[in-house]
């Protein structure tokens, strides 16, 4: 069975509709344990107990462009600890061969995930990266989005559902 892609501006040309095997850590989560907050996304002053600003957001969309790219967040592993230790270590599991990033894609994330906050790239730099070049930031407002998502209900999940069975994600049972 054969990775399906879609072309996107911020992928090398392909981005796969699949988790990259080289960046899933530890076994696959049991169907029966639940998964309860986000601690992937902590910056490390946050884990630190340090003071913190604005740079915990630009670290935190590091994480989510790791995670647009490769559908994982870059710190993911079996327990939360394992997590922060790997968040403090910057311990990634970059995704190779054919599964690997585009070089711009990558340095984004890189500079993004920097651990020193004083170090962490603003808006400014960011607008200048190559993986953002063509973004018109200027008109950016105007832009139709491309995809936007038309559910039942208040309450329909049916977009998340193909993305969470692929994860082996047990989503509760629980009805409003």
Not at 11 to 28: A, I, L, Q, Y
Not at 74 to 98: C, H, M, R, Y
């Amino acid at each position: 069975m054969g990775c399906f892609s879609r072309l996107t501006p911020l992928h090398r040309s392909r981005t796969p509709f699949r988790t990259p095997k080289s960046v899933r850590r530890g076994p696959e989560p049991d169907s029966n344990e639940r998964i309860l907050g986000t601690p992937d996304y902590l910056a490390p002053e946050l884990l630190l107990r340090k003071e913190h600003s604005f740079p915990v957001d630009w670290w935190a969309l590091g994480v989510c462009l790791f995670e647009f790219l490769t559908g994982i967040p870059p710190f993911n592993d079996s327990t939360a600890e394992a997590v922060f230790n790997n968040i403090l270590q910057k311990d990634i599991p970059w995704p190779d061969g054919e599964e690997a990033l585009s070089e711009n894609a990558r340095s984004a994330i890189d500079q993004l995930l920097t651990v020193d906050a004083n170090q962490r790239p603003g808006v400014i730099e960011l607008r200048k990266w190559p993986l953002f070049e063509k973004i018109e930031w200027e008109k950016i407002l105007q832009l139709e989005a491309p995809f936007v998502p038309i559910p039942d209900s208040q309450t329909d999940t049916g977009y998340f559902e193909a993305r969470n069975e692929e994860q082996h994600i047990n989503v509760s049972s629980f009805e409003m």
